[in-house]
């Protein structure tokens, strides 16, 4: 009977290269599709290290309005890096802008850094006061994006550079997976990914509104609008 059962298995054995699946196919495709994700990770790093990079050489000195719901990039963080370099936060929560004060204190830049609740409307900026306009993650929660980026456009200096960005809803759930972990300070853009835009959104809104010369970027799962 051992015999027959033998001869029984091997008989029921698909052959090898008949493409029919097994463990080692499924473990294989796992390898591959985490090695698929891993270079897309390390893409999108290097995506962001050429968003930075564009910010700081377009940058050099003024104030910057971060416009919020907030987090510390990439306003603070080009307060941090640019002596020259003041950052108004504008649309913060209460504990929001508890925390970015404490980290502009560890960072030595907290006499270059105010917050404010009130948001980029409430706030009432003169015309024309601002070298810049950053954003990250707060687009989806803005009541009337529309009129945001037409605030946004008033408080502009003429040639003001502005970086408006956010995690789009149409971006593939695992890449925003890696990203959650492996950007710890950025997770709760991505945690809540399905209240944000989709690029084609993003672009539809862009086409009607003040901002000059804007351009619509996506870089990886992320979405960003930025002068030409």
């Known amino acids: ?15 090898r290269g008949s493409g029919a699946p097994g463990r080692g196919d499924g473990v294989a495709a796992m390898r591959v599709s985490y090695q698929r994700e891993r270079q897309r990770e390390k893409k999108m790093s290097r995506l962001h290290g050429v968003l930075n990079k564009v910010i700081r050489q ?3 000195g003024g104030t910057v309005v971060d416009v919020g719901p907030g987090r510390v990039w990439p306003g603070l963080m080009l307060a941090r890096d640019n002596p020259h ?3 108004v936060g ?3 929560s209460a504990a929001e802008r508890l925390a970015a004060l404490e980290q502009a204190r560890e960072w030595h830049c907290r006499q270059r850094a105010r917050y404010f609740c009130s948001s980029l409307t ?8 601002a070298d810049a306009v950053v954003s990250f ?3 989806r929660a803005w ?9 946004i456009a008033r408080v502009l200096k003429t040639e003001g550079e ?8 149409d971006a593939g759930w695992l890449l925003t997976f890696w990203q959650r972990l492996v950007s710890q300070g950025l997770k709760d853009a991505y945690r809540t990914q399905d209240q944000s835009l989709t690029a084609a959104d993003v672009r539809a809104l862009v086409a009607n509104t003040s901002l000059e010369q804007g351009v619509v970027r996506v870089f990886g799962p992320e979405v960003w609008v930025w002068r030409k």
Do not use: H, T, W
């Not at 051992?2 to 001869?7: D, E, I, K, L, S």
């Not at 409430?122 to 006061?129: T, V």
């Open 1 to 15: 009977m051992p015999c027959r059962a033998a001869a029984l298995g091997r008989a029921l054995r698909p052959p």
């Open 58 to 60: 377009r940058l050099l």
């Open 85 to 87: 370099v003041e950052v």
């Open 90 to 92: 504008v649309g913060y």
């Open 122 to 129: 409430e706030a009432k900026l003169p015309d024309r006061s």
């Open 137 to 139: 993650g707060a687009l």
């Open 143 to 151: 009541a009337n994006p529309a009129a945001q980026f037409n605030e």
């Open 162 to 169: 502005y970086f408006i960005g956010d995690v789009r809803r």
